[in-house]
């Protein structure tokens, strides 16, 4: 099956610090990528659509400078926090959904835990 | 009004119960539905997907109600292992790619 490896698992960091994230497809193409954060009790919320070799489409609310998404290649897609502050401190998940028409399923990266000090 | 609204629970049922959750959807442009399933600090793996017909997977019954905008989930005979957060998902238009996520409601089964 479609698999999605995200590292790392774990992050904590000085606040200041940036921060990267890969979310990698495995065993498939993926021409789309999400991001997404969950706070606490919270339910997913949508960052960033990542499109291979275009720039990132971003909710609103989501500063585009302080998460910088790049999507080079159809297996990897990176996103990277700026300057982190404790308030980014949450749990980023990414998902890549396979090529085709019609509905395609995301597959979800296993996630990783960011703590800011 | 919230996107996709679930009831937080939990839910405490004992093995073999039978449990309900109901989810509501404001966007009426909505195509696709599912249900996944969330372990504590893992991510959210799907559960299956909801057709308005109505679908069965094993113990897992969804059903959906375009009219009242309005999804549920059916958990027959509970399983120790079934303990874990459930969200409501929706595709946001009639594209295929966005979802919303409802903040899950929490299922706690006991021996």
């Known amino acids: 099956g479609a698999v999605v490896s995200q590292h790392p698992s774990w992050v904590i960091c000085k606040s200041g610090t940036s921060v990267k994230i890969e979310c990698r497809s495995l065993d498939f193409q993926a021409t789309t990528m999400f991001w997404y954060r969950q706070f606490p009790k919270q339910s997913l919320m949508l960052m960033a659509t990542?499109?291979?070799?275009?720039?990132?489409?971003?909710e609103q609310g989501v500063e585009k400078d302080k998460f910088l998404i790049n999507h080079a290649s159809l297996t990897l897609s990176t996103l990277t926090v700026t300057s982190a502050h404790p308030e980014d401190s949450s749990f980023y998940i990414c998902?890549?959904?396979?090529?085709?028409?019609?509905?395609?399923?995301?597959?979800f990266g296993d996630g990783t835990r960011l703590s800011i000090l | 009004r919230k996107e996709v609204e679930q009831d937080p629970g939990p839910f405490n049922v004992p093995e073999g119960a039978t449990v309900a959750f109901n989810c509501t959807y404001s966007?009426?442009?909505?195509?696709?539905f599912f249900w996944y399933r969330q372990d504590c600090r893992k991510e959210p793996k799907l559960l299956m997907s909801?057709?308005?017909s109505g679908n069965e997977d094993g113990r897992f019954t969804a059903q959906l109600n375009r009219a009242s905008q309005y999804i549920s989930l059916l958990i027959r005979d509970s399983k120790l292992s079934d303990s874990a957060t459930y969200l409501c998902?929706?595709?946001?238009?009639?594209?295929?790619?966005?979802?919303?996520f409802g903040k899950g409601t929490m299922l706690l089964v006991s021996p």
């Open positions: 966007n009426s442009a909505s195509q696709s």
């Open positions: 998902s890549a959904r396979l090529q085709g028409q019609g509905y395609q399923p995301q597959h």
């Open positions: 909801v057709y308005s």
């Open positions: 990542s499109n291979e070799g275009s720039k990132a489409t971003y």
């Open positions: 998902v929706v595709t946001r238009n009639s594209g295929y790619s966005t979802l919303t």
